[in-house]
Each structure stands twice: as structure tokens, then as C-alpha cells.
């Protein structure tokens, strides 16, 4: 299992970041993707995902700034984050998504490993 999130840094608000995420090829065949956010002290919280088709979602908080996106032959997830606030201040993780981690919670296959995120701070 391999997650190597990166692309995090200090911007104002307005700016701009695009996140990247290296996942291995055993994270990727599981199916949806998705990329979370926390902050110390809350839940980890899904904010965008992606299906193996393509369809995306977003949370409300992020929807209409933010673009996730993977490229199949690269494995890798982007989450391009435009008009950025200081409430999306945090730590960013990309995982497979959450309906997919509670099917492997329910039948003890889900490895609990979100490698180290990276860290996104937006100034006011």
C-alpha cells in the first residue's frame, strides 16, 4: 500500500494549489479515489472523489473551487484547489473513498494507512 500525497503549501486567499497523489497499483484497482482534509481536533473529512468512470463529487464546502481529476497510466490523483480560503487550512490525504472503506472495514480488509498528507495553509 502506497500514498504519497504532495504539492501543499503556504497561500493567500484567492490562490491557487494543485495537489498531487501517488497511489499504488493495489490502492488504485479497488475502485473510487478520493482526497480528505483534517484539521487538528475534527474528523477526517471527504472532500472530492473520483470513480474508476470518471464521476466526481464534492463536498459543499469545496464545490465550484475545487477539480479532482487521476491519470490511469500515471496512478495518480490531482485535486486542483482554486479560490482558496483560510478555512481550507489543513492537512490533505488522498485515499480510496469512504463507501469503499467501510465495505473493507466490514470485512477486515480496510489497512488504515493514510501516509503523511500535506499540509495546505491559506493565509487571510
Known amino acids: 500500500v502506497q500514498l504519497q500525497a504532495s504539492g501543499g503549501g503556504l497561500v493567500h486567499a484567492g490562490g491557487s494549489l494543485n495537489l498531487s497523489c501517488q497511489a499504488s497499483?493495489?490502492?488504485?484497482?479497488?475502485?473510487?479515489l478520493a482526497w480528505y482534509r483534517q484539521v487538528p481536533g475534527k474528523e477526517r473529512e471527504q472532500i472530492a472523489s473520483?470513480?474508476?468512470?470518471?464521476?466526481?463529487e464534492y463536498a459543499d464546502s469545496v464545490k465550484g473551487r475545487f477539480t479532482i481529476s487521476k491519470d490511469n497510466a500515471k496512478l495518480t490523483v490531482d485535486l486542483q484547489m482554486n479560490s482558496l480560503k483560510p478555512d481550507d487550512t489543513a492537512v490533505y490525504y488522498c485515499?480510496?473513498?469512504?463507501?469503499?472503506?467501510?465495505?473493507?472495514?466490514?470485512?477486515?480488509?480496510?489497512?488504515?494507512?493514510w501516509g503523511q498528507g500535506t499540509q495546505v495553509t491559506v493565509s487571510s
Open positions: 485515499n480510496v473513498d469512504e463507501d469503499r472503506i467501510a465495505i473493507m472495514k466490514r470485512t477486515g480488509h480496510w489497512w488504515d494507512y
Open positions: 497499483i493495489s490502492i488504485w484497482n479497488i475502485g473510487a
Open positions: 473520483i470513480t474508476t468512470a470518471g464521476r466526481t
